[in-house]
């Protein structure tokens, strides 16, 4: 039986199934668990959705049309990053790559590139851009990278830990590991409360803090920098207000977003964070 005591907020799945989850606090992580969790064989149905736009190249309506802009825009800021962390190109794995627009970048600058992505949609997209993508990482065992990383990703994996370690062994010793993910300790995130968009359960699987994130990653990896992004409290805020009033847009969204950014200034909680990490063991 759950612990009341425990459930930060309960929230519902707004994009496929209607179902709904409560999210349980681990305070000693500053860590939230979508519960209950479904099982690994079924969760793909809740991937099932037109709307899910990360596995498509789909420009049409409002929301993926701010999406594909602002990932052109992404694009070039997170191929600049990777070189500036690295020092150098050199041989880039990307965890959950999507439609393997990132790597396509990485790859026209220099980049020996490699990606997975379990979504068999996304991985036919992938392969018409030239970017062939493996399914699951245990393709990878014993090969590792100058440069890892998960752009909204690790918040999707079924076995944290496992996950986390597999990752330690894909970086090459003093290589580098970026991680993107939602921060439920932003202001956008406590204003929309059980309706904020990035919860995203049961996709969602875990909810991070930069506490959580930190103390995740402590022991194979130092952290260097910890960078906002910036677009994601108008995109997520501007799906908040849809999931709470049903509105397509909202200036209020607009208005949520920006002042989240500005709060963030003070308080460094931003909606949602880069983590940049240097492996050292």
């Given amino acids: 039986m759950k612990n009341r005591a425990n459930i930060y907020v309960s929230v519902k799945d707004y994009l496929v199934s209607g179902e709904k989850f409560d999210l349980l606090l681990d305070e000693n992580l500053g860590l939230l668990k979508t519960s209950p969790q479904p099982k690994v064989e079924n969760l793909s149905k809740y991937y099932e959705s037109d709307q899910y736009i990360s596995h498509t190249d789909d420009k049409s309506g409002l929301f993926a049309s701010l999406y594909q802009l602002v990932k052109k825009w992404s694009l070039k800021h997170k191929t600049k990053l990777i070189r500036n962390q690295n020092g150098s190109v050199g041989s880039l794995l990307d965890v959950g790559a999507g439609t393997g627009d990132f790597l396509k970048v990485a790859k026209d600058n220099g980049w020996k590139v490699n990606g997975t992505e379990p979504n068999t949609n996304a991985l036919n997209l ?19 990278f100058d440069v890892v990383t998960l752009w909204h990703v690790l918040e999707h994996v079924a076995d944290l830990d496992e996950t986390i370690r597999t990752l330690a062994n894909l970086v090459k010793p003093s290589g580098t590991l970026i991680i993107a993910v939602p921060n439920f300790k932003s202001y956008d995130a406590k ?68 002042l989240s950014n500005f709060k963030g200034m003070s308080t460094k909680e931003y909606s949602s964070h880069i983590y940049c990490f240097k492996r050292i063991k």
Avoid at 131 to 144: M, R, T, V
Avoid at 217 to 238: A, E, H
């Fill in 191 to 258: 204003y929309y409360g059980k309706y904020w968009a990035a919860y995203d359960a049961p996709r969602h699987l875990w909810h991070f803090s930069k506490h959580s994130i930190i103390k995740l990653f402590k022991t194979n990896f130092q952290l260097q920098k910890i960078k906002p992004m910036i677009f994601d409290s108008f995109y997520v805020s501007l799906l908040s207000e849809k999931y709470k009033a049903g509105n397509a847009f909202s200036v209020k969204a607009i208005w949520i977003g920006l």
């Fill in 126 to 144: 992938a392969s018409k851009k030239g970017i062939s993508l493996k399914a699951n990482l245990n393709e990878f065992a014993g090969e590792q």
